[in-house]
Structures are given as structure tokens and as C-alpha cells.
């Protein structure tokens, strides 16, 4: 029998992460794959436990700036659609109306949101034995200890940080199982390999050169009015 785990990534972060990549592999700037982290993660945690593990769901946390001038929130929708259509994410998405003190508030919500998905997914019987978080931030240690309670497992994914950072949620205690895996110790694996092809707009058939994996393509000038049709 395998284990069954859940991945809950938080997706500002991981955001934020990918300057380390990048530094890691001497890049300026690349795109993660996605489809494939979850995934890449499992296998690593299947081969420190020697026993099969099987990805039950993959939780991904994110907020959308609603009131910012000048920001086109079209690009971020496109990507919280391709996360959940084309790799399969549960994407929890929050709108939060940008005030003074955004970026603070964006990260409680996505914590706080993280935390009650997971003590909710330790609660249920049969649905999780790992759960598996991307996330270096120490408010969700308490979550952790409790799932731990529970009888479950958890894994840590991080990076190494070369800037002097106040304390990760790996450097608390109780909170994990095994040893933090380390993104940029997977930079190679976890960069996007792919070709730009010509596409056809979904909606008005013009062809444009993309990167874009998903499964329908908007055209540059369709993409923001997409969602209203
Ligand atoms: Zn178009």
C-alpha cells in the first residue's frame, strides 16, 4: 500500500522562491514546471521513506490583487486557470482589495487558508497520510504540530536562503518528519524545457508565437476579455 500525500503550496512564496532558482542554475529568469513539481516532490519523498508514495491532490494558495491601478489581473487569472485546468491544482484563490498594508494581509489570508485545509484534510480518515507543504513560513507551525497529532507525516520543501532571513518553518521544532527537501537542490528538474509555437487565438483565430502550455490559447489582445464571455 502507498502512502497517500497531499501537496499545500503557497503560492506567494513559491513566487518569490524562484529568484533562487534562477541564481542557482546562473539564469536570469525561467519558468517553473508546475505539472511536474508536485509530482518531482513525491519521488523524492518516496525514496527517503523507501516506500511508494502517491499524490492524492495538490493545494495551491493564491491571492489577486482587485484594486491596483495599472495591474492586469487578466495574466494572473490566465495562470490560476492553467494551474487547475492543465496540471490539475486545487487553486484556492483569494481576492484581496490592495490597501496600505497588502502584502501582509495577502499572506495572513494565505496561511490562514492553508492551515484549515490541512488540519481539515488531517481530520478526515483514509484521505491523507503526508502532507507535504511549500512554504517557509513559521505562523503555520502550530497547524503542523496538530496535524502531526493526528497520526500524519509531514514534509517540508524550502530553499536555501543566502540573504540573513528571520527563522523558517523548518528551523522550528515538533513540526516535521523528515528532512526539508530544498527547491534549488532540484533547480535543473524543476526549470520549464519548452518550445515557443504559433497558436491559434480561441476567439478570434489570429495566430501569435507563445510559450503557452495550457489548453486554450488567448492571443494578447483576447486574454483580458476572455473571462467576460
Ligand atoms: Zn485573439
Known amino acids: 500500500m502507498s502512502e497517500k500525500a497531499i501537496v499545500f503550496i503557497d503560492g506567494s512564496w513559491l513566487y518569490k522562491c524562484r529568484s533562487i532558482l534562477f541564481s542557482k542554475l546562473g539564469e536570469e529568469n525561467f519558468e517553473i514546471d508546475y505539472a511536474k513539481l508536485p509530482r518531482l516532490i513525491c519521488e523524492d519523498v518516496a525514496n527517503s521513506l ?3 508514495v502517491s499524490l492524492v491532490r495538490t493545494m495551491y ?8 491601478t495599472g495591474f492586469n489581473t487578466a495574466k494572473q487569472y490566465s495562470f490560476y486557470d492553467f494551474l487547475e485546468k492543465s496540471c ?20 495572513s489570508w494565505v ?11 488531517a481530520a478526515l480518515p483514509n484521505v491523507m497520510d503526508i502532507a507535504i507543504i511549500v512554504s517557509d ?10 496535524v502531526r497529532s493526528l497520526g500524519k507525516r509531514v514534509q517540508l520543501v524550502e530553499a536555501h536562503s543566502s540573504a540573513a532571513t528571520p527563522a523558517t518553518l523548518s528551523s522550528c521544532r515538533r513540526i516535521d518528519d523528515f528532512p526539508t527537501i530544498y527547491l534549488d537542490d532540484h533547480a535543473a528538474d524543476v526549470k520549464l524545457i519548452r518550445e ?9 483565430g489570429r495566430e501569435e508565437e507563445t510559450t503557452w502550455a495550457g489548453t486554450d490559447f488567448y492571443c494578447s489582445q483576447c486574454r483580458g476579455r476572455h473571462r467576460n464571455v
Open 88 to 107: 490539475g491544482y486545487d487553486t484556492n484563490i483569494h481576492e484581496v482589495d490592495v490597501g496600505g498594508d497588502d502584502n501582509r494581509m495577502a499572506g
Open 196 to 204: 515557443r509555437i504559433t497558436r491559434t487565438c480561441k476567439l478570434c
Open 50 to 52: 523507501d516506500e511508494d
Open 137 to 146: 513560513d513559521p505562523d503555520l507551525a502550530p497547524a503542523l504540530r496538530r
Open 61 to 68: 494558495f493564491g491571492t489577486i490583487p482587485t484594486a491596483r
Open 111 to 121: 496561511n490562514v487558508s492553508l492551515a484549515t485545509n490541512l488540519v481539515y484534510y
